[in-house]
């Protein structure tokens, strides 16, 4: 079993930036693809950001591409999620998934592990 923690979530303004952590323990991911996904108040739970099991390959969502970027830590078990130029629009709860297998992917059913979630809040 993998228990997934994600931190570095706040306040930030318009034009800001954060970097969310997610750190796995437990079983690892070392081995698993890893994503990222949204939700915001009265919408859907949607796709952000994931990388291959090597962190080689990301893949992003169109509305975060060119701002947000994905790295993968093997030897800390970690992920990341550095975001920048924010936007209110990006205001959500953020949760990060450990994949089923080695590819990222934009379906949170190829995901079998979830985090708690950071809540990440823009302001204009």
């Known amino acids: 079993q993998v228990e997934l923690v994600e931190s570095g979530g706040g306040l930030v303004q318009a034009g800001g930036s954060l970097r969310l952590s997610c750190a796995a323990s437990?079983?690892?991911?070392?081995?698993?693809?890893v994503g990222w996904f949204r939700q915001a108040p009265g919408k859907e739970r949607e796709f952000v950001a994931g990388?291959?099991?090597?962190?080689?390959?990301?893949i992003y969502a169109d509305s975060v591409l060119g701002r947000f970027t994905i790295s993968k830590d093997g030897t800390e078990n970690a992920v990341y999620l550095q975001m920048g130029s924010l936007k209110p629009e990006d205001t959500a709860v953020y949760y990060c998934?450990?994949?089923?297998?080695?590819?990222?992917?934009?379906?949170?059913?190829?995901?079998?592990?979830w985090g708690q979630g950071t809540q990440v809040t823009v302001s204009s």
């Open positions: 990388t291959s099991w090597n962190g080689k390959w990301p």
């Open positions: 998934a450990r994949g089923r297998g080695l590819a990222a992917n934009r379906n949170d059913e190829e995901y079998d592990a």
């Open positions: 437990g079983r690892t991911f070392r081995n698993n693809a």
